[in-house]
């Protein structure tokens, strides 16, 4: 199992979801980037999208159990 990912004690069915779900939060995020592109303007769309990522790397790090990062 991958030394990385040791919040998952092994659990290979909890691995492959936490992939699943950034695959899908990044086909989520592409869909609303354009929007937010269009109607805010490439300077505040990249803030917004350099904000939310930054929260949600603090959230995926002090993640106390793989629930978390699926949430």
Do not use: F, H
């Not at 492959?16 to 505040?44: C, E, L, P, Q």
């Not at 904000?51 to 159990?65: G, Q």
């Amino acid at each position: 199992m991958s030394e990385e990912l040791e919040i998952t004690d092994g659990k290979e069915l909890s691995t492959r979801t936490i992939v699943s779900m950034t695959v899908a939060g990044a086909i989520v995020g592409a869909a609303v980037g354009g929007w937010i592109n269009d109607a805010y303007g490439r300077k505040k769309a990249t803030l917004i999208a350099d904000v939310i990522s930054a929260l949600r790397a603090i959230a995926m790090a002090t993640a106390p159990d793989p629930y978390v990062l699926i949430s």
